[in-house]
């Protein structure tokens, strides 16, 4: 089996979640095109137009009319996606009146408290279970800047706050320990914005006003990391994936993939939308062992479940480290996936922060829990092309929360 031709992934999931919040904070109508159209995006779709945005589908566009939100009349459900309940928090935080937020099984476990303090300091107030999760109930309106540090490097809080600020009187910055996605600084300028970036800060100053754009949302890398690691852990295989987001803070995995050993080219490179584009193409060889760790992390933390199959090809040790973020995603992706190579006869050592990988492993056939994440359920499939063993998955559905049509892609490409 080797990996041929060329592919387009769907939009990417978090330029698209912004696209349409600033278009609906925006005044005018926005277009939006190649927008993701999976469960994630729609949750933050819904809740918009709760709030009072017009959003219609015409064609292949996608049309935002916004710029008067409001409270929403009833509970809004931001489903499986921490996007759209963190970076709606700072939208809410901002509007007068009250909003009350839930999620689904997934989402109201994962912590809120990163978003509810710097959020209070700016004037809103919050009344969440256990004080850090959802069902929380926000109070708006009469906010003010300030300078606030993140303990951990994370784009929904960093935006939570940049969103806010928007709107709030004075200057908002906030700085981080190392560079997370920055598509809300980018989509904010894109968008008439005046937003200042100094080092590891980035400041907004309210309130503004930013008004309708054309958007163009390139293909996602995170969801291009999968035939990616497939073409480059298959000897002989040459992949192009067309028109990918080629921002550097989510390309990680591309010089991880070539320490590796894959040999990866960029190509066609443009902006559009204030965004890095271009093509890669993934030619696969041998792979071995690498260490991914420190500053790299937030640039491919949504891709370490993917690169971990790669390192089970790989020959030698792989480790990860500094990834202790994992264990608050969708799942814990580090113990999700430690029992995911257990179920399959390979062993991992999993640590706080991260796994090490004694490659190869030769993995059997077996019964994957996914845990309902999409991002390991598509990394066990992955494997199981790779190594050409049937791997059983709980959950199949839960791709759509990201990669709608991921398992008809990756079939055409094998
Ligand atoms: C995202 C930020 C990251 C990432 C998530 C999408 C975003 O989360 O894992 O899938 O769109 O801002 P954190 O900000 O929690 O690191």
């Given at each position: 089996?080797?990996?041929t ?42 809740a918009?137009?709760a709030?009072?945005?017009r959003?219609?589908?015409k ?18 459900d ?9 970076l ?8 007068p ?8 099984s ?5 912590p ?6 710097p959020l ?7 009344l ?19 300078s606030?540090s993140?303990e ?10 940049l969103?806010?600020?928007?709107k709030?009187e004075?200057?908002?910055?906030v ?8 598509h809300?600084?980018?989509m904010?300028k894109?968008f ?8 590891a800060?980035v400041?907004?100053h309210?309130?503004q006003?930013?008004?309708?754009r ?12 999968f035939?990616?690691v ?15 987001c ?32 271009g ?8 792979l ?19 690169l ?9 040790t ?6 202790s ?10 113990g999700a996936l ?17 796994l ?12 994957v ?12 499939f ?19 929360i ?8 990756m079939e055409?490409?094998?």
């Amino acid at each position: 089996m080797r990996i041929t031709g060329e592919i387009r992934v769907p939009g990417d999931k978090s330029i698209s979640h912004r696209a349409f919040m600033l278009g609906a904070l925006a005044h005018g109508t926005t277009l939006v095109r190649g927008a993701l159209e999976s469960l994630d995006v729609l949750s933050t779709i819904k809740a918009l137009t709760a709030m009072g945005a017009r959003i219609e589908k015409k064609g292949d566009e996608w049309h935002v009319t916004g710029g008067g939100l409001h409270e929403p009349e009833s509970v809004i459900d931001a489903g499986n996606s921490g996007t759209t309940a963190r970076l709606l928090s700072g939208i809410c935080a901002s509007i007068p009146g009250v909003t009350v937020m839930t999620g689904d099984s997934s989402l109201i476990k994962r912590p809120m408290a990163r978003v509810i303090r710097p959020l209070t300091g700016m004037g809103a107030s919050f009344l969440a279970r256990q004080g850090r999760f959802l069902p929380m109930a926000v109070r708006g309106g009469g906010l003010h800047g300030i300078s606030f540090s993140l303990e951990v490097a994370s784009a929904q809080v960093k935006s939570a706050l940049l969103l806010a600020g928007l709107k709030a009187e004075g200057t908002t910055t906030v700085t981080e320990p190392s560079l997370s996605r920055d598509h809300t600084e980018r989509m904010l300028k894109h968008f008439g914005a005046r937003v200042d970036r100094q080092g590891a800060s980035v400041t907004i100053h309210g309130p503004q006003e930013i008004s309708a754009r054309e958007v163009s949302v390139p293909s996602d890398p995170s969801s291009a990391a999968f035939p990616a690691v497939l073409a480059a852990a298959v000897p002989g295989s040459k992949l192009l994936l067309k028109d990918v987001c080629l921002n550097p803070t989510r390309t990680g995995f591309i010089p991880v993939l070539e320490r590796m050993g894959a040999r990866i080219a960029l190509q066609n490179i443009h902006d559009d939308s204030g965004e890095p584009v271009g093509d890669i193409l993934v030619e696969g060889c041998g792979l071995r062992g690498t260490t991914i760790g420190g500053d790299e992390v937030p640039r491919l933390i949504d891709e370490i479940p993917i690169l971990a199959v790669a390192a089970c090809f790989a020959e030698g040790t792989t480790v990860i480290s500094d990834a202790s973020e994992l264990r608050v995603k969708e799942t814990d992706r580090i113990g999700a996936l430690v029992k995911g190579f257990a179920s399959l006869g390979a062993q991992v050592e999993e640590r706080p922060d991260g796994l090490i990988i004694e490659g190869p492993l030769n993995p059997k056939a077996g019964s994957v829990q996914t845990f309902s994440d999409h991002r390991i359920a598509m990394s066990f499939f992955i494997l199981s092309r790779i190594a050409g063993i049937e791997v059983n998955l709980d959950d199949t559905q839960c791709v759509d929360i990201s990669f709608p049509g991921f398992f008809s892609l990756m079939e055409g490409c094998l």
